[in-house]
């Protein structure tokens, strides 16, 4: 069975042309998705749809073996507590925590004991080279740290699928080198991603398949070893981002 299938799926906001026109797109367990475009293509309302933070108007939504388009607010919750991390641009680490708190939180938040949560989040934080920072803040850490702590943070209760928002876009050189080898090594350990970003580096090195938003379209383009299994005529995006 398909992680993702997205199967008709149409969005649309007030009275402009669709975010998103009858996409039908399907990845498997174990791919890496990179999803390109520029700014205004569709890429974070697909993200959206396929974390259950938005519906669409017409269409169907499946995720590990979730229908997402008729959830109500507290399934969607509950379904992104199961089975998707999150991974965004600016981090979104609360600041008055400290690291060791932030990265607990999705799983007290899921109903997982407090000693297995601090357990877990050792493990987490040793595996990403951040165990000497457990008690930091994340004010005192680096941009490439704190990209690895919320890496952490998504990667808690075991999510069966990573979604990334740019998780390189605030980052410097050097520090996006951590995060692009980081995101590799987790698709090489199995874990399925999608990655939404204007990095072409990232895409080249993490990606096994890149979906390109062009005029409109989601273009499949192969990328490693993996060709792309979806045709340029079954994914339709709109140039309006939402």
Excluded: W
Aim: glycine fraction near 10%.
């Amino acid at each position: 069975m398909p992680v993702i299938e997205l199967n008709g799926v149409s969005r649309r906001y007030d009275e402009g042309p669709p975010a998103l026109d009858d996409v039908t797109l399907t990845v498997a367990a174990g791919e890496a998705i990179a999803v390109l475009g520029p700014s205004g293509s569709g890429k974070s309302t697909l993200l959206n749809l396929i974390a259950g933070l938005d519906r669409p108007d017409a269409g169907t939504v499946t995720v590990a073996g979730v229908r997402l388009d008729g959830l109500g607010e507290a399934a969607s919750a509950r379904y992104r507590r199961a089975h998707v991390g999150m991974i965004f641009q600016f981090f979104n680490l609360l600041d008055d925590l400290t690291v060791t708190d932030n990265v607990v939180l999705p799983a007290l938040l899921a109903g997982m004991s407090r000693a297995d949560a601090h357990r877990r989040c050792a493990s987490l934080l040793e595996s990403l080279g951040l165990a000497r920072h457990a008690k930091a803040y994340p004010g005192r850490l680096s941009g490439g740290q704190r990209q690895r702590v919320a890496v952490a943070r998504a990667l808690m209760n075991r999510p069966t699928l990573l979604l990334a928002d740019e998780p390189t876009g605030a980052l410097d050189s050097a520090s996006g080198d951590d995060v692009r080898k980081l995101l590799a090594d987790l698709n090489a350990e199995g874990q399925t991603l999608v990655l939404v970003t204007h990095d072409e580096t990232l895409a080249a090195r993490c990606a096994t398949r890149t979906l390109r938003l062009v005029d409109g379209h989601v273009m499949g383009t192969p990328t490693g070893a993996v060709a792309s299994k979806t045709p340029a005529s079954e994914a339709v995006v709109s140039e309006v981002d939402r």
